[in-house]
């Protein structure tokens, strides 16, 4: 059974940092592309980043939070994170991980696997 377990969540003001990690089992991670996605109130849910399995581990990120985020993974470790600098309060939403990202013309479109969520707020 695969599980992707996101932690890292909180609360912070604007122009602060978190780091948002995800804890992957019961999946070959190393072959899979994975990702983060988000959901805001009222909101769809949508692409935020996502780094590809091959070893160079290509990276895609939305524009909006293009130079802000940093995707990253540990094969070794079955970890997946998302470094988030300069935080804005339109960051505000729920990250989830996912498993197995399509991207199509560098935007993840669609994932097999997801997480639970990770609560992110950010203060004004």
């Known amino acids: 059974q695969v599980q992707l377990v996101e932690s890292g969540g909180g609360l912070v003001q604007a122009g602060g940092s978190l780091r948002l990690s995800c804890a992957a089992s019961g999946l070959t991670f190393s072959v899979y592309t994975m990702g983060w996605f988000r959901q805001a109130p009222g909101k769809e849910r949508e692409f935020v980043a996502a780094i590809s399995f091959s070893a160079g581990g290509e990276t895609y990120y939305a524009h909006s939070v293009k130079g802000r985020f940093t995707v990253s993974r540990d094969n070794a470790k079955n970890m997946l994170y998302l470094q988030m600098l300069s935080l804005k309060p339109e960051d505000t939403a729920v990250y989830y991980c996912?498993?197995?990202?399509?991207?199509?013309?560098?935007?993840?479109?669609?994932?097999?696997?997801w997480g639970q969520g990770t609560q992110v707020t950010v203060s004004s």
């Open positions: 996912a498993g197995g990202v399509t991207v199509i013309g560098g935007v993840a479109r669609r994932a097999n696997y």
